[in-house]
C-alpha cells in the first residue's frame, strides 16, 4: 500500500462500508486517474455532471477518509478530464507514496517529557541502531502522534536504505485486504507482499484482535519477518495485554521488543507544537495566542493542528492577521467540537458487529443465535450509556418495541456484575469505537 492508487482504493473501501455498491459503481467507476500535491488530493472524473454530484454528495467523506490515513487535513479536487488537458503541464515526478508528506519526518516531531522515550526509540529503530527493539510497539490516544512517528521511520529507513522494500497498512485494512483475496484465491498474492518486507508498519494494530484466520496469518507473517532479522514497527491506542481477544502467541510477540507509550502533551510541549505548526505552515504565531490555545486545547494533537490550519486559512482568504478575539472564537469552536464527538449509533452498530465478525444487518436483524443475541444486547447497551437514547429509540433503531430493549438492556447490566470477560469486551468495544471517532 504505497501509491497513490492503493490511497485512493482505500478510501473507496471506506466509501464501500457506507455506501451501497451500486452507488460506488454509479459514481466511481470513471474516475481515471487521481494525484496527491502537497495538501491537495486531486480526482479525475469524465464529465461536469459526475463532478458536481460527487462534489455535493461525497467530498465530506472522503476528505473525512483521507484525514483518517493521514492525520491530516486535505483539500479535495474534483475536475473533469478536459480541465486537467487544459491545465499547464508539470514536469514528471516519482510515483508518489503515503510517506511524501514532509511534515512526517523527526525534523518537524515536536519533542517533550510526554513522547521524549517513544521519540528516541522510533529514531534508534529508523537508523537500526538497535536489534533489540523488535519489534517496536508504540502505543497512546489517538491524536498523539503514533502515526507521525511510523511515518518518520519510514523516512529515514527509506533514505539510509534506498532500495529497502517497506510497506505501511493500517489493522482493520490488514483484515479487508486478506479476506479479499483469501476469497480470490490470491492468499500467496498476499503473504509475498507482507513477508517479503525488509520494514513492516502497522498502524493500529488493535484492529487485528478477535479474527482467529487473520490473527493466525499476521502470527506466521511476523514470524518470518522477525527469524529474518526484518524491523517491524507497530502502534496502538491500548497495550497488547489490554487487547483481550488478541492470541496469546500474538500478544508474547508484541511484548518481546520495546513497547513505548505516547501521552497528552505538557505545557511546554504543546506551546512548541504551536509554533512549529505555524512556521511550517508559513506564519508566525504571538505569544499571548499560542498560550490561550496551548490553556484551551490540551489532549490532543491533532485538534491543535486543526486550529493552526483554521488560522492560516483565514489568514490566506482574507489576507490579514486573525485577531485576538477571532482566534479564541476559533478555538471556542473546536473545544466545543471535542465535546460533541459523539458517535451516531451506526458507527456503534458497525464496530459491535466488526469486533464479533458479523455483518449490521445480521446484528439488527431478526436472528436468535447466542453469539448475534450476546453482540445485538451489547450494541444496545453502548448505544444507551455513549448516547443516551431511550428505550423506545433504541428498539426503534433495531425494529424492536422499547420492552425489548430494555430487557437486553437490563440482562448486560446484570451479567457484567459477574462477568470480568463481558466487562472487557464492552471496554475493548468502547476502546476501538471512540478510536475511530476524529
Known amino acids: 500500500m504505497n501509491s497513490i492508487s492503493d490511497v485512493w482504493q482505500i478510501v473507496l473501501s471506506r466509501l464501500a462500508g457506507q455506501l451501497s455498491e451500486t452507488s460506488i459503481n454509479t459514481w466511481f467507476d470513471e474516475v481515471s486517474d487521481v494525484s496527491l500535491s502537497d495538501t491537495t488530493f486531486t480526482i479525475v472524473c469524465p464529465n461536469p455532471f459526475k463532478r458536481d454530484m460527487i462534489e455535493q454528495m461525497f467530498a465530506a467523506k472522503i476528505a473525512e477518509a483521507l484525514r483518517d490515513l493521514f492525520s491530516a487535513d486535505f483539500t479535495l479536487r474534483i475536475i473533469t478530464g478536459a480541465e486537467e488537458e487544459k491545465a499547464p503541464k508539470k514536469p514528471a515526478q516519482k510515483t508518489a507514496t503515503l510517506f511524501d508528506r514532509g511534515d512526517f519526518t523527526f525534523d518537524s516531531f515536536v519533542v517533550g517529557e510526554s513522547n521524549k522515550l517513544a521519540y528516541a526509540a522510533a529514531q534508534a529503530v529508523a537508523d537500526g541502531a538497535s536489534a533489540h527493539y523488535n519489534p517496536l510497539f508504540i502505543y497512546g490516544d489517538s491524536g498523539l502522534g503514533k502515526t507521525h512517528l511510523i511515518y518518520a521511520i ?117 506551546i512548541a507544537i504551536i509554533k512549529n505548526k505555524a512556521v511550517q505552515r508559513g506564519f508566525i504565531i504571538d505569544d499571548k495566542s499560542a498560550d490561550y490555545i496551548a490553556r484551551n486545547v490540551t489532549t490532543n494533537v491533532r485538534r491543535i493542528e486543526g486550529v493552526i490550519n483554521t488560522i492560516k486559512a483565514h489568514q490566506e482568504l482574507n489576507r490579514e492577521k486573525m485577531s485576538d478575539e477571532e482566534i479564541e472564537a476559533v ?43 450476546t453482540a445485538r444486547n451489547i450494541a444496545m447497551y453502548l448505544i444507551r450509556q455513549i448516547i443516551g437514547l431511550s428505550t423506545v429509540e433504541i428498539g426503534r433503531i433495531f425494529d424492536r418495541d422499547h420492552s425489548t430493549a430494555m430487557h437486553s438492556l437490563d440482562q448486560v447490566t446484570e451479567k457484567l456484575e459477574r462477568d470480568s470477560a463481558l466487562s472487557q469486551t464492552i471496554k475493548d468495544i468502547t476502546l476501538n469505537i471512540n478510536s475511530r471517532q476524529p
Open 154 to 270: 519510514q523516512h529515514r529507513f527509506q533514505e539510509r536504505l534506498p532500495k529497502a522494500k517497506i510497506v505501511y497498512i493500517k489493522g482493520d485494512e490488514f483484515i479487508n485486504e486478506f479476506v479479499a483475496l483469501v476469497r480470490q484465491n490470491r492468499g500467496d498474492e498476499f503473504r509475498a507482499k507482507y513477508r517479503d518486507a525488509d520494514l513492516l508498519l502497522v498502524d493500529d494494530v488493535q484492529f487485528v484482535a478477535g479474527r482467529e484466520q487473520t490473527q493466525n496469518e499476521f502470527f506466521h507473517t511476523f514470524n518470518t519477518l522477525y527469524e529474518a532479522g526484518r524491523q517491524i514497527v507497530l502502534t496502538s491506542d491500548r497495550l497488547p495485554s489490554e487487547m483481550t481477544l488478541l492470541d496469546d502467541r500474538l500478544r508474547t510477540r508484541f511484548e518481546w521488543g520495546l513497547t513505548v507509550d505516547v501521552q497528552s502533551p505538557d505545557y511546554e510541549t504543546r
Open 331 to 373: 478555538v471556542r469552536e473546536a473545544v466545543r467540537k471535542n465535546n460533541e464527538s459523539i458517535p451516531t449509533p451506526e458507527a456503534i452498530i458497525n464496530e459491535v458487529a466488526r469486533y464479533f465478525g458479523m455483518r449490521d444487518e445480521v446484528l439488527r436483524g431478526p436472528s436468535r443465535s447466542r453469539g448475534v443475541v
